[in-house]
Protein backbone atom coordinates (compact mmCIF):
# COMPACT_ATOMS: atom_id res chain seq x y z
CA UNK A 1 0.00 0.00 0.00
CA UNK A 2 1.13 3.63 -0.38
CA UNK A 3 1.32 6.15 1.84
CA UNK A 4 -1.80 7.73 0.48
CA UNK A 5 -3.83 4.84 0.48
CA UNK A 6 -2.85 4.37 4.01
CA UNK A 7 -3.44 7.91 4.65
CA UNK A 8 -6.95 7.70 2.99
CA UNK A 9 -7.77 4.86 5.68
CA UNK A 10 -6.56 6.28 8.54
CA UNK A 11 -8.76 9.58 7.60
CA UNK A 12 -12.02 7.51 7.87
CA UNK A 13 -10.65 5.66 10.92
CA UNK A 14 -10.29 8.76 12.18
CA UNK A 15 -13.53 10.73 11.00
CA UNK A 16 -15.46 8.71 13.10
CA UNK A 17 -14.57 10.35 16.01
CA UNK A 18 -15.40 13.22 13.84
CA UNK A 19 -11.41 14.31 13.69
CA UNK A 20 -10.17 16.05 10.38
CA UNK A 21 -6.82 14.93 9.60
CA UNK A 22 -6.56 17.08 6.63
CA UNK A 23 -6.81 20.25 8.41
CA UNK A 24 -4.78 18.83 11.45
CA UNK A 25 -2.13 18.63 8.70
CA UNK A 26 -2.75 22.12 7.63
CA UNK A 27 -2.92 23.48 10.60
CA UNK A 28 0.72 21.81 11.76
CA UNK A 29 2.62 22.58 9.13
CA UNK A 30 2.37 26.40 9.77
CA UNK A 31 3.23 25.78 13.54
CA UNK A 32 6.48 27.30 14.08
CA UNK A 33 8.77 25.26 16.66
CA UNK A 34 12.10 26.98 17.73
CA UNK A 35 15.23 24.94 16.57
CA UNK A 36 18.42 25.54 19.16
CA UNK A 37 21.55 26.12 17.64
CA UNK A 38 23.32 24.71 20.85
CA UNK A 39 22.97 21.11 20.00
CA UNK A 40 25.03 21.20 17.51
CA UNK A 41 27.99 21.96 19.24
CA UNK A 42 27.85 21.19 22.89
CA UNK A 43 26.52 24.67 23.75
CA UNK A 44 30.23 25.65 23.56
CA UNK A 45 29.40 28.71 21.44
CA UNK A 46 31.94 30.47 19.31
CA UNK A 47 33.42 33.77 21.31
CA UNK A 48 34.99 31.71 24.22
CA UNK A 49 37.00 28.76 24.72
CA UNK A 50 36.48 27.97 28.44
CA UNK A 51 34.23 25.19 29.65
CA UNK A 52 30.06 25.20 29.86
CA UNK A 53 29.30 26.58 33.20
CA UNK A 54 25.83 27.81 34.87
CA UNK A 55 25.09 24.46 36.24
CA UNK A 56 24.56 22.70 32.65
CA UNK A 57 26.85 20.16 31.41
CA UNK A 58 27.05 18.24 28.56
CA UNK A 59 27.80 14.70 28.38
CA UNK A 60 29.82 12.55 25.90
CA UNK A 61 32.64 13.24 23.34
CA UNK A 62 30.85 11.40 19.88
CA UNK A 63 32.61 13.04 16.92
CA UNK A 64 31.72 14.90 14.67
CA UNK A 65 30.84 18.15 16.64
CA UNK A 66 30.14 21.24 14.85
CA UNK A 67 33.41 23.73 15.16
CA UNK A 68 32.71 26.44 13.35
CA UNK A 69 29.53 28.51 12.22
CA UNK A 70 29.77 27.39 8.54
CA UNK A 71 30.02 23.51 9.91
CA UNK A 72 26.76 24.52 12.61
CA UNK A 73 24.83 25.69 9.45
CA UNK A 74 25.63 22.78 7.50
CA UNK A 75 24.43 20.74 10.37
CA UNK A 76 21.39 23.02 11.04
CA UNK A 77 20.56 22.33 6.88
CA UNK A 78 20.53 19.27 6.96
CA UNK A 79 18.82 18.98 10.19
CA UNK A 80 16.03 20.71 8.33
CA UNK A 81 16.07 18.50 5.29
CA UNK A 82 14.79 15.38 7.58
CA UNK A 83 12.33 16.84 9.91
CA UNK A 84 8.37 17.88 8.54
CA UNK A 85 6.68 21.38 9.98
CA UNK A 86 8.18 25.00 9.91
CA UNK A 87 11.70 25.44 11.87
CA UNK A 88 12.75 28.83 13.55
CA UNK A 89 16.44 29.54 14.39
CA UNK A 90 17.03 29.78 18.45
CA UNK A 91 20.17 31.34 18.72
CA UNK A 92 22.37 32.06 21.47
CA UNK A 93 24.48 35.21 22.10
CA UNK A 94 27.70 33.37 22.04
CA UNK A 95 26.79 32.03 18.98
CA UNK A 96 28.22 35.71 17.96
CA UNK A 97 30.20 35.50 14.52
CA UNK A 98 33.35 37.78 14.44
CA UNK A 99 34.33 38.78 10.97
CA UNK A 100 38.53 39.12 10.45
CA UNK A 101 39.05 38.29 14.57
CA UNK A 102 37.17 41.28 15.36
CA UNK A 103 35.95 40.16 18.66
CA UNK A 104 34.24 42.05 21.20
CA UNK A 105 33.20 41.64 24.77
CA UNK A 106 29.60 40.25 25.34
CA UNK A 107 28.45 43.60 26.69
CA UNK A 108 29.49 45.50 23.86
CA UNK A 109 27.72 43.01 21.26
CA UNK A 110 26.21 44.62 18.11
CA UNK A 111 23.73 43.51 15.80
CA UNK A 112 26.47 42.77 12.61
CA UNK A 113 27.96 39.96 14.81
CA UNK A 114 24.99 38.41 13.76
CA UNK A 115 24.84 39.19 10.31
CA UNK A 116 25.49 35.63 9.02
CA UNK A 117 22.89 34.25 10.95
CA UNK A 118 20.39 36.87 9.54
CA UNK A 119 21.08 36.01 6.50
CA UNK A 120 21.30 32.45 6.94
CA UNK A 121 17.75 32.48 8.40
CA UNK A 122 16.43 34.78 5.59
CA UNK A 123 17.82 32.04 2.74
CA UNK A 124 15.32 29.39 4.24
CA UNK A 125 12.89 31.90 4.82
CA UNK A 126 12.61 31.73 9.14
CA UNK A 127 12.39 33.69 12.03
CA UNK A 128 14.92 33.73 14.77
CA UNK A 129 14.59 33.36 18.47
CA UNK A 130 17.42 35.20 20.92
CA UNK A 131 19.03 34.20 24.34
CA UNK A 132 21.81 36.39 25.66
CA UNK A 133 24.39 33.95 27.20
CA UNK A 134 24.59 34.32 31.08
CA UNK A 135 27.01 31.49 31.45
CA UNK A 136 30.03 30.16 30.44
CA UNK A 137 32.11 33.21 30.68
CA UNK A 138 34.77 34.82 33.08
CA UNK A 139 32.89 37.74 34.36
CA UNK A 140 31.99 36.43 37.53
CA UNK A 141 31.55 37.69 41.01
CA UNK A 142 33.22 36.18 43.82
CA UNK A 143 29.68 35.17 44.86
CA UNK A 144 29.89 32.83 41.96
CA UNK A 145 26.61 34.97 40.09
CA UNK A 146 26.16 37.50 37.43
CA UNK A 147 22.70 39.30 37.36
CA UNK A 148 22.52 38.09 40.98
CA UNK A 149 25.84 39.17 42.12
CA UNK A 150 26.68 41.83 44.94
CA UNK A 151 29.71 43.27 42.58
CA UNK A 152 28.03 46.09 40.64
CA UNK A 153 30.24 45.89 37.78
CA UNK A 154 29.97 42.49 37.60
CA UNK A 155 26.80 43.08 37.59
CA UNK A 156 26.51 46.13 34.96
CA UNK A 157 28.59 44.24 32.51
CA UNK A 158 25.64 41.57 32.17
CA UNK A 159 22.54 43.82 32.35
CA UNK A 160 24.30 45.67 29.33
CA UNK A 161 24.95 42.26 27.62
CA UNK A 162 21.28 41.82 28.27
CA UNK A 163 20.54 45.21 26.91
CA UNK A 164 22.97 44.71 23.44
CA UNK A 165 20.11 41.78 23.04
CA UNK A 166 17.30 43.32 23.31
CA UNK A 167 18.59 46.12 20.57
CA UNK A 168 19.92 42.19 18.63
CA UNK A 169 16.44 40.86 18.92
CA UNK A 170 14.90 43.78 17.88
CA UNK A 171 17.41 43.47 14.70
CA UNK A 172 16.26 40.08 13.96
CA UNK A 173 12.48 41.04 14.25
CA UNK A 174 12.82 44.02 11.74
CA UNK A 175 15.08 41.87 9.38
CA UNK A 176 13.01 38.68 9.31
CA UNK A 177 9.47 40.28 9.64
CA UNK A 178 9.06 37.53 12.47
CA UNK A 179 8.85 38.56 16.17
CA UNK A 180 11.99 37.74 18.49
CA UNK A 181 11.32 35.65 21.62
CA UNK A 182 14.21 36.71 23.78
CA UNK A 183 14.58 34.55 26.56
CA UNK A 184 16.48 35.45 29.93
CA UNK A 185 17.67 32.57 32.02
CA UNK A 186 20.61 33.19 34.51
CA UNK A 187 22.42 29.83 36.48
CA UNK A 188 23.10 32.04 39.22
CA UNK A 189 22.66 30.13 42.49
CA UNK A 190 24.42 28.57 45.47
CA UNK A 191 25.78 25.02 46.00
CA UNK A 192 24.96 25.64 50.03
CA UNK A 193 22.97 26.28 52.22
CA UNK A 194 22.27 30.54 51.92
CA UNK A 195 22.89 32.81 54.34
CA UNK A 196 20.21 35.26 52.67
CA UNK A 197 17.81 33.99 49.77
CA UNK A 198 15.99 37.46 49.23
CA UNK A 199 19.17 39.61 48.69
CA UNK A 200 20.37 37.65 44.85
CA UNK A 201 17.23 38.08 44.19
CA UNK A 202 16.00 41.13 44.45
CA UNK A 203 19.26 42.19 42.43
CA UNK A 204 18.22 39.99 39.71
CA UNK A 205 15.12 41.53 39.77
CA UNK A 206 16.18 44.79 39.62
CA UNK A 207 18.76 43.58 36.81
CA UNK A 208 16.32 42.34 34.32
CA UNK A 209 14.57 45.59 34.75
CA UNK A 210 17.37 47.97 33.50
CA UNK A 211 17.62 45.13 30.59
CA UNK A 212 14.00 45.78 29.82
CA UNK A 213 14.22 49.51 30.29
CA UNK A 214 16.10 48.99 27.08
CA UNK A 215 13.14 50.69 24.17
CA UNK A 216 11.30 47.82 22.33
CA UNK A 217 8.09 46.91 20.78
CA UNK A 218 6.88 43.77 22.88
CA UNK A 219 4.61 43.28 19.58
CA UNK A 220 7.90 41.92 18.01
CA UNK A 221 10.53 41.52 20.78
CA UNK A 222 9.61 39.28 23.69
CA UNK A 223 11.06 38.92 26.24
CA UNK A 224 10.76 35.70 28.68
CA UNK A 225 11.99 34.94 32.24
CA UNK A 226 12.78 31.22 32.37
CA UNK A 227 13.04 29.49 35.96
CA UNK A 228 15.01 26.48 37.40
CA UNK A 229 14.81 24.45 40.46
CA UNK A 230 18.72 23.92 40.34
CA UNK A 231 22.02 23.18 38.41
CA UNK A 232 24.86 21.49 39.18
CA UNK A 233 27.09 23.34 41.28
CA UNK A 234 24.18 25.42 42.59
CA UNK A 235 22.03 22.38 43.99
CA UNK A 236 20.82 24.50 47.37
CA UNK A 237 19.49 27.84 45.26
CA UNK A 238 19.03 29.66 42.65
CA UNK A 239 17.78 32.74 42.27
CA UNK A 240 15.47 32.10 39.20
CA UNK A 241 13.77 29.79 41.09
CA UNK A 242 9.89 29.13 39.64
CA UNK A 243 8.16 31.50 42.01
CA UNK A 244 10.51 34.40 40.79
CA UNK A 245 10.04 33.87 37.27
CA UNK A 246 6.73 33.95 37.56
CA UNK A 247 6.14 36.30 39.80
CA UNK A 248 8.42 38.77 37.15
CA UNK A 249 6.28 38.10 34.61
CA UNK A 250 3.12 38.53 36.19
CA UNK A 251 4.12 42.03 37.63
CA UNK A 252 5.15 42.80 33.82
CA UNK A 253 2.75 41.14 31.62
CA UNK A 254 2.82 44.52 29.55
CA UNK A 255 6.76 43.77 28.52
CA UNK A 256 7.35 40.33 29.16
CA UNK A 257 6.23 36.43 29.84
CA UNK A 258 6.97 33.39 31.64
CA UNK A 259 8.64 30.68 30.03
CA UNK A 260 8.98 26.95 31.15
CA UNK A 261 11.31 24.54 30.69
CA UNK A 262 9.78 20.84 31.42
CA UNK A 263 13.61 19.77 33.07
CA UNK A 264 13.55 22.84 35.63
CA UNK A 265 11.33 21.41 38.45
CA UNK A 266 10.75 19.15 40.97
CA UNK A 267 10.73 15.51 39.27
CA UNK A 268 7.13 14.89 40.62
CA UNK A 269 6.25 18.23 38.79
CA UNK A 270 4.29 18.30 35.12
CA UNK A 271 4.68 21.03 33.03
CA UNK A 272 1.63 19.59 30.64
CA UNK A 273 -0.64 20.91 34.33
CA UNK A 274 0.71 23.97 34.56
CA UNK A 275 0.71 25.20 30.95
CA UNK A 276 -3.22 25.51 30.95
CA UNK A 277 -2.69 26.95 34.45
CA UNK A 278 -0.80 29.88 33.00
CA UNK A 279 -2.83 30.02 29.91
CA UNK A 280 -5.84 31.27 32.55
CA UNK A 281 -3.57 34.62 33.24
CA UNK A 282 -1.09 35.27 30.38
CA UNK A 283 -1.87 36.27 26.80
CA UNK A 284 1.36 34.13 25.83
CA UNK A 285 3.86 31.92 26.88
CA UNK A 286 6.69 30.25 26.35
CA UNK A 287 8.43 26.63 26.46
CA UNK A 288 11.30 25.03 26.68
CA UNK A 289 10.86 21.48 25.55
CA UNK A 290 13.23 19.03 26.83
CA UNK A 291 13.41 15.21 28.42
CA UNK A 292 14.36 15.83 31.88
CA UNK A 293 16.01 12.22 33.62
CA UNK A 294 17.19 12.02 37.13
CA UNK A 295 20.09 14.91 37.70
CA UNK A 296 20.01 16.43 34.14
CA UNK A 297 17.23 18.56 32.12
CA UNK A 298 18.58 18.00 29.17
CA UNK A 299 17.83 14.28 27.31
CA UNK A 300 17.05 14.48 23.78
CA UNK A 301 12.65 14.71 23.42
CA UNK A 302 11.02 11.28 22.62
CA UNK A 303 7.37 10.61 22.20
CA UNK A 304 6.84 9.91 25.54
CA UNK A 305 4.03 10.31 27.67
CA UNK A 306 4.67 13.87 29.26
CA UNK A 307 5.72 14.94 25.97
CA UNK A 308 2.41 14.25 24.64
CA UNK A 309 0.44 15.25 27.14
CA UNK A 310 2.24 19.18 27.13
CA UNK A 311 1.12 19.17 23.41
CA UNK A 312 -2.45 18.07 23.68
CA UNK A 313 -2.74 20.83 26.60
CA UNK A 314 -1.59 23.49 23.78
CA UNK A 315 -3.66 22.16 21.35
CA UNK A 316 -7.19 21.51 23.08
CA UNK A 317 -6.92 24.60 24.96
CA UNK A 318 -6.66 26.12 20.91
CA UNK A 319 -3.49 27.63 22.57
CA UNK A 320 -0.96 27.05 18.94
CA UNK A 321 -1.02 30.62 18.64
CA UNK A 322 -0.20 31.92 21.95
CA UNK A 323 2.61 29.27 23.42
CA UNK A 324 5.87 29.96 21.83
CA UNK A 325 7.77 26.11 21.44
CA UNK A 326 11.19 25.79 21.45
CA UNK A 327 13.44 23.12 22.27
CA UNK A 328 16.32 23.10 24.28
CA UNK A 329 18.51 19.64 25.03
CA UNK A 330 21.63 18.76 24.03
CA UNK A 331 23.70 15.06 23.84
CA UNK A 332 27.40 14.09 22.76
CA UNK A 333 26.93 11.12 23.22
CA UNK A 334 25.33 10.33 20.33
CA UNK A 335 25.12 11.41 16.81
CA UNK A 336 24.66 15.22 17.54
CA UNK A 337 22.60 15.66 14.41
CA UNK A 338 19.97 12.74 14.55
CA UNK A 339 19.92 14.00 18.39
CA UNK A 340 18.10 16.94 17.12
CA UNK A 341 15.89 15.38 14.49
CA UNK A 342 14.86 12.85 16.84
CA UNK A 343 13.70 15.74 19.27
CA UNK A 344 12.27 18.09 16.49
CA UNK A 345 10.33 14.78 15.08
CA UNK A 346 9.25 13.87 18.48
CA UNK A 347 7.80 17.46 19.36
CA UNK A 348 6.18 17.44 15.84
CA UNK A 349 4.56 14.08 16.58
CA UNK A 350 3.44 14.86 19.85
CA UNK A 351 1.70 17.70 17.95
CA UNK A 352 0.40 16.27 15.49
CA UNK A 353 -0.70 13.50 17.82
CA UNK A 354 -2.86 16.20 20.28
CA UNK A 355 -4.43 17.45 17.02
CA UNK A 356 -5.91 14.15 15.46
CA UNK A 357 -7.75 13.32 19.27
CA UNK A 358 -11.22 13.63 19.99
CA UNK A 359 -10.72 16.76 21.82
CA UNK A 360 -14.17 18.22 22.01
CA UNK A 361 -16.07 14.62 22.42
CA UNK A 362 -13.30 13.90 25.57
CA UNK A 363 -13.84 17.45 26.85
CA UNK A 364 -17.68 16.59 27.03
CA UNK A 365 -17.54 13.41 28.43
CA UNK A 366 -15.59 15.12 31.62
CA UNK A 367 -17.74 18.28 31.73
CA UNK A 368 -20.83 15.53 32.05
CA UNK A 369 -19.07 13.04 34.78
CA UNK A 370 -19.25 10.26 32.83
CA UNK A 371 -15.47 8.96 33.58
CA UNK A 372 -16.08 5.35 32.93
CA UNK A 373 -16.69 5.88 28.82
CA UNK A 374 -13.28 8.83 29.21
CA UNK A 375 -11.50 6.13 30.33
CA UNK A 376 -12.73 3.67 27.38
CA UNK A 377 -12.84 6.22 24.63
CA UNK A 378 -9.10 7.59 25.58
CA UNK A 379 -7.64 4.40 26.00
CA UNK A 380 -9.42 3.59 22.30
CA UNK A 381 -7.68 7.12 20.62
CA UNK A 382 -4.32 6.03 21.36
CA UNK A 383 -4.36 2.90 18.81
CA UNK A 384 -6.16 5.36 15.87
CA UNK A 385 -3.69 4.64 13.22
CA UNK A 386 -1.64 7.52 13.77
CA UNK A 387 1.18 6.55 11.97
CA UNK A 388 -0.39 6.42 8.89
CA UNK A 389 -0.83 10.41 8.92
CA UNK A 390 2.42 10.93 10.76
CA UNK A 391 4.21 9.46 7.50
CA UNK A 392 1.64 11.44 5.16
CA UNK A 393 2.43 14.74 6.81
CA UNK A 394 5.58 13.98 6.13
CA UNK A 395 5.13 13.32 2.29
CA UNK A 396 3.47 16.79 2.31
CA UNK A 397 6.14 18.57 4.30
CA UNK A 398 8.63 16.71 1.88
CA UNK A 399 10.43 15.34 4.56
CA UNK A 400 11.49 11.68 4.86
CA UNK A 401 8.74 9.46 7.01
CA UNK A 402 11.46 6.89 6.51
CA UNK A 403 15.13 6.30 6.00
CA UNK A 404 16.40 9.27 6.96
CA UNK A 405 18.80 7.44 9.59
CA UNK A 406 20.45 6.30 6.22
CA UNK A 407 20.69 9.85 5.73
CA UNK A 408 22.35 10.80 8.81
CA UNK A 409 25.16 7.65 8.34
CA UNK A 410 25.79 9.12 5.29
CA UNK A 411 26.49 12.51 6.32
CA UNK A 412 28.50 11.50 9.05
CA UNK A 413 30.55 9.28 6.53
CA UNK A 414 30.99 12.24 4.33
CA UNK A 415 31.06 15.07 6.65
CA UNK A 416 31.11 14.74 10.28
CA UNK A 417 33.67 11.87 10.66
CA UNK A 418 35.93 14.15 8.41
CA UNK A 419 35.93 17.03 11.34
C1 LIG B 1 21.47 26.46 26.93
C2 LIG B 1 20.55 26.35 28.09
O1 LIG B 1 20.01 25.10 28.17
C3 LIG B 1 19.43 27.28 28.08
O2 LIG B 1 19.83 28.54 27.78
C4 LIG B 1 18.58 27.39 29.32
O3 LIG B 1 17.36 27.58 28.75
C5 LIG B 1 18.50 26.20 30.23
O4 LIG B 1 17.57 25.46 30.11
C6 LIG B 1 19.50 25.94 31.28
O5 LIG B 1 19.26 24.77 31.97
MN1 LIG C 1 15.85 25.93 28.95
Request: net charge negative; charged share 25%; proline share 5%.
Amino acid sequence: MTVEEKYKIAKEEYAKYGVDTDQAIETLKNVPVSLHCWQGDDVTGFDQDGPLTGGIQTTGNYPGRAKTPEQLMQDIEKVMSLVPGKVKLNLHASYAIFEDGKTVTRDKLEPKHFQKWVDFAKEHKMGIDFNPTFFSYPVVGADGMNLSSTDESVRKFWIEHGKCCVRISNYFAEQTGVPTVMNIWTGDGLKDIPADRMGPRMRYKDSIDQILSEPYDFSKVKPTVESKVFGIGVESYTSGSAEFALSYAAFNRDKCMPLMDNGHYHPTEVVSDKIPALLCFFPEIALHITRPVRWDSDHVVLFDDETKEMAKEIVRNHAVNRVHMALDYFDASINRVSAWTVGFRSWQKAMLNAMLLPNDHLKELQDAGNFTQLMVDQEAARILPFGFVWDYYNEVCGSPAEGWFDEIRKYEADVQSKR
